[in-house]
Nanobody, 121 residues
Framework: QVQLVESGGGLVQAGGSLRLSCAASGSIFRINAMDWYRQAPGKQRELVAGITRNGVTNYADSVKGRFTISRDNAKNTVYLQMNSLKPEDTAVYYC???????????????WGQGTQVTVPS
């Protein structure tokens, strides 16, 4: 099993910043992709940003230039630095990790429990 634990959410005024963290633990041989998704009330979950093991990143158009994803492979941790936050960024943010289990050659795809980010209008 692989567990993901997010932290860093909260309430911040428009224009402010937050940094989310997501630490993976468990039977991990290697984590390949690590992504951040978000889900606002009444909306589908959407990809916010992703990063490969080698550091290649991709972003949703709505967050380009404001959010930065990074990772620490030694710590199995991914971060999301969110600047210039807007009310439309309000959502529950989820971490996702895909990789290979330690001990047996199977892949995993795990989700965190989510962390709330609220930007009042």
């Amino acid at each position: 099993q692989v567990q993901l634990v997010e932290s860093g959410g909260g309430l911040v005024q428009a224009g402010g910043s937050l940094r989310l963290s997501c630490a993976a633990s468990g039977s991990i041989f290697r984590i390949n992709a690590m992504d951040w998704y978000r889900q606002a009330p009444g909306k589908q979950r959407e990809l916010v940003a992703g990063i490969t093991r080698n550091g290649v990143t991709n972003y949703a158009d709505s967050v380009k230039g404001r959010f930065t994803i990074s990772r620490d492979n030694a710590k199995n941790t991914v971060y999301l630095q969110m600047n210039s936050l807007k009310p439309e960024d309000t959502a529950v943010y989820y971490c996702n990790a895909a990789g290979i289990y330690s001990g047996f050659p199977q892949t995993f795809n795990s989700w965190g429990q989510g962390t709330q980010v609220t930007v009042p209008s």
